[in-house]
């Protein structure tokens, strides 16, 4: 197994320890009726968070070797970009600056909608999940708009499906459509292949096996 799939395989089992890996039977925002559910909102104490954000600051450590500084989008990303920031100084000795935004634009102090280091060079976007939706298409916008350029997008999760007429998913999308690199702590084949491996967990592949049939990319990604 190589060091990346090992990664994923212990971030996987994390994910299950910590609650935030469940399987049964959930109803997405998309309306699809998904046999497994990650939420990285569990991720809600101070070792948990510190755990989370070492698995982030060792992927970013490997796969992006130039200077870049990190952002996280209000609000889930705000936790996020701290904590990674504090995991590669503590773990890599990379002093990265970061910064997020608010939800609102602040009329007084220092005003404006931007907190943290100023926003310049290569930033990295850090977050939970990844939809083609707006979310990433306003964190894109802001960057550019202070002259600095988003150069990649680090999230948890790839569920591997298609969202989109083409049939992309939604990293495909963002990567396409913003010209970003899109890295992953684990993604749903893996997820299939952790749990072929754990006799306690193997009797859910039928139901994850038939939701990608259904939803899965015809193309598996590269």
Known sequence: MSQANEREHAFL??????GVLR?????????RVSPYFFNAGLFNSGAKLSRLAAFYAAALAELEPEPFMLFGPAYKGIPLASATAAALDDHHQRDVP??????EVKDHGEGGQLV???????????DDVITAGTSIRESVDLIHLAGARAAAVMIALDREEAVTEEGDSAIAYVAKTYGLRVHTLARFSTLLEFLSDRRDLAAHLDALRRYQAQYGLTTPPE
């Open 23 to 31: 399987f049964g039977e959930f109803t997405l925002k998309s309306g």
């Open 98 to 103: 970061f910064a997020f935004n608010r939800k």
């Open 116 to 126: 943290g280091a100023p926003l310049e060079g290569d930033v990295v976007i850090v």
């Open 13 to 18: 089992q994390f994910a299950l320890e910590t």
